[in-house]
């Protein structure tokens, strides 16, 4: 376990799980406040690594398949990581999480500035500090997704997972990509400068949270006296794994996603090509091309809410998971330039509504104490298997690069279709816990 760090000052409105920062607000909060501009701090650093990465890899090597590992480097941790951060989020404040990881990036964006300025800077020290960067994202993540149900009442979690959703997109496509891409001509110190800085503010902002975001195991504990708890982190691995297998809402909603998330991915997997190729887009426009995803993203997070409150959760959910994939064969289908603007933004909308209410229901069923873990748990199978879908997209391309989108889209469309009534069934987050108790 990391060493303790001082405590970390109150709010002078302190805020309890689940309820509003103080009487009478009817916004998120202060604490939320706090939470959405930390986040979008280390958003902006984080889309300056992603952005920097591949580019430093290019001046180091030329190299396809080393300058490739990048984005296998990146997402590596996560099948190692995701869910040994999520018992350390049970176990620790998940206030001082964000410290440590925010602290320790800003520590690795400095040794990165350091090595390049030195001109010692190595494809594998790149490997390194990505993978190492990826590590932390794990820790840091997990806090950020634990941290708000303990600050933001259950009945405003669709509407504080929207914003946290769409302030990601716009930071890190309309700010970082841009600002990171022109700076870097200029000099590569610049943006890693600003990205060690960005992490620095995430971190300090996190000292400012109230006593209520450090979770709910350590507010049982102090409220009851109670000692530690004495179970063993090795047995603590598998809480996760337990607590979606016994959930009746959880455990297909999981599955549900993993289908998802593989067919997707291999859906997209070689969208480069069916831009540049089949669709005839000049590479200089294939960023402002693919902002059409990014802009359908930030209106599925902003729409999302309303649609909920007028429709409610699992419609909205049937809805988003069906039209999505359909979008997809459909610029099979018919592959144009203005078809497939028009089919990215609606897929990555729906994308960005299902994000936003999955979360928001998971962080509604889950109980503090077992955030981290059941995260973890959730993300580690999940974002595992994408991988595999981006290799089966690989191989499907090799065909056409239109079979991808119609085979995998329609795949996806297929368990849509079979997950309708399940989905179309979902309570809102307020009401989970009525609806939707875990059996044991």
């Known amino acids: 376990m990391p060493p303790a760090l001082p405590p970390l ?118 490997y390194v500090v990505i993978f190492a960067y990826g590590a932390l994202e794990t820790l840091y993540d997990g806090a950020i997704r634990a941290v708000v149900p303990a600050i933001v009442r259950r009945p405003d979690l669709p509407r504080a997972n929207s914003r946290i959703e769409a302030g ?94 593989l067919f997707f991915a291999a859906a997209i997997a070689t969208d480069v090509l069916f831009v540049l190729e089949r669709l005839d887009v000049p590479e200089q426009w294939f960023g402002v091309f693919m902002l059409s995803g990014a802009v359908g993203g930030i209106v599925g997070a902003v729409v999302v809410s309303p649609l909920k409150v007028r429709f409610g959760a699992g419609p909205v959910m049937a809805a988003a998971n069906f039209v999505g994939p359909v979008a997809l064969v459909v610029m099979g289908f018919f592959p144009t330039v203005p078809v497939a603007v028009v089919c990215f933004a609606v897929s990555f909308g729906s994308t960005s509504v299902w994000n936003v209410l999955v979360m928001s229901l998971r962080q509604a069923a889950i109980p503090g104490h077992l955030l981290g873990r059941v995260h973890g748990t959730w993300r580690t199978l999940l974002w595992g298997t994408m991988p595999l879908g981006s290799l089966l997209g690989g191989l499907l391309a090799r065909i056409d690069l239109t079979t991808p989108l119609l085979v995998a889209g329609g795949l996806t469309v297929v368990v849509a279709a079979v997950g309708y009534r399940f989905l179309h069934g979902l309570p809102n987050p307020e009401d989970v816990a009525e609806h939707a108790l875990p059996t044991r």
């Open 9 to 126: 000052p109150p709010d002078d409105t302190p805020t309890t799980p689940g309820r509003p920062d103080g009487p009478g607000r009817r916004g998120l909060g202060r604490s939320f406040t706090n939470v959405f501009t930390a986040n979008i701090s280390s958003s902006l650093a984080d889309g300056i690594a992603r952005v920097a990465a591949p580019l430093l890899a290019t001046r180091l090597t030329d190299d396809p398949l080393l300058i490739a590992g990048i984005a296998a480097v990146a997402m590596l941790p996560w099948l190692f990581f995701a869910i040994p951060s999520g018992v350390l989020l049970d176990r620790i404040d998940r206030r001082h999480a964000m410290v440590i990881a925010n602290g320790a990036r800003t520590l690795l964006a400095a040794l990165l500035l350091t090595l390049f300025a030195t001109g010692t800077l190595t494809i594998w020290w790149l």
């Open 168 to 261: 990601e997109l716009v930071v890190q496509n309309f700010l970082a990509v841009p600002l990171t891409s022109a700076l870097f001509a200029v000099a590569v110190v610049i943006p890693l400068g600003i990205g060690a800085l960005s992490y620095a503010v995430a971190g300090v902002l996190a000292f400012f949270l109230p006593a209520a975001a450090a979770g709910a195991h350590r507010a049982h504990q102090a409220h009851h006296a109670l000692p530690p708890v004495r179970t063993t982190f090795a047995r603590q691995l598998t809480d996760g794994f337990r607590f979606i297998m016994s959930h009746p809402m959880l455990r297909p909603l999981w599955f549900l996603s993993i289908l998802i998330a």
